[in-house]
């Protein structure tokens, strides 16, 4: 049976998630919330690179707001990154999971501490993609929705694993969502 906790966690997240599929700028302001819960529901599970995450999670709220503000209130555009660039990205945060979860395994209690750690890094990466408004930031959710289920099933939170299942369809609407937004600027 989830607790409370897990429960608003999960709702406000998943608010904010379907925002930012939207591209709403209100995503921001439902991942204070949504991510703080998330920090304490980590914490009690021994999920602490999960933790970490969620501590940056909620400052890049701030970062967001900002950035897709733009001038004037308007929406700054939707970008493509290029593949290059995307595949350093990538491999630096397979190394940094690498070394956390060295960190993690040696001096603390975690569980999975390697998934754990790959959670949290790409989840960096996808964030640092979306507050850009690089459209390529799915991808990144995608194959953090791919780890994050089995974890937190495995933690027994199942109603989390639940969500993060869903969260692929989520994926699914973004990228095509975003796509077209990317494809309509660009044509202009």
Not at 81 to 97: D, F, G, Q, T, V
Not at 99 to 118: G, V, W
Not at 138 to 144: D, I, K
Request: aromatic share 20%; charged share 10%.
């Amino acid at each position: 049976m989830p607790s409370w906790l897990e429960i608003a966690a999960n709702l406000t997240v998943a608010a904010s998630i379907f925002l930012a599929a939207r591209n709403s700028i209100y995503t921001w302001w439902a991942t204070f919330v949504g991510c703080g819960l998330f920090a304490v529901l980590c914490w009690q599970n021994q999920l602490y690179a999960d933790v970490t995450l969620q501590c940056f999670f909620i400052g890049t709220a701030i970062w967001g707001i900002r950035h897709w503000r733009g001038q004037h209130a308007k929406p700054s555009p939707i970008r493509s990154i290029p593949r290059w660039e995307l595949a350093c990205y990538s491999m630096a945060a397979l190394c940094i999971a690498s070394s956390y979860a060295m960190l993690l395994h040696f001096f603390t209690d975690a569980y999975a501490p390697f998934l754990d750690s790959l959670v949290l890094t790409f989840s960096v990466l996808a964030q640092f993609l979306l507050v850009q408004r690089y459209r390529e930031n799915w991808w990144c959710w995608l194959v953090v929705n791919t780890i994050a289920v089995p974890l937190y099933y495995s933690r027994g939170l199942e109603l989390t694993a639940l969500f993060y299942s869903i969260y692929w369809l989520n994926v699914c609407y973004g990228i095509w969502q975003w796509r077209r937004i990317y494809q309509t600027q660009n044509a202009q």
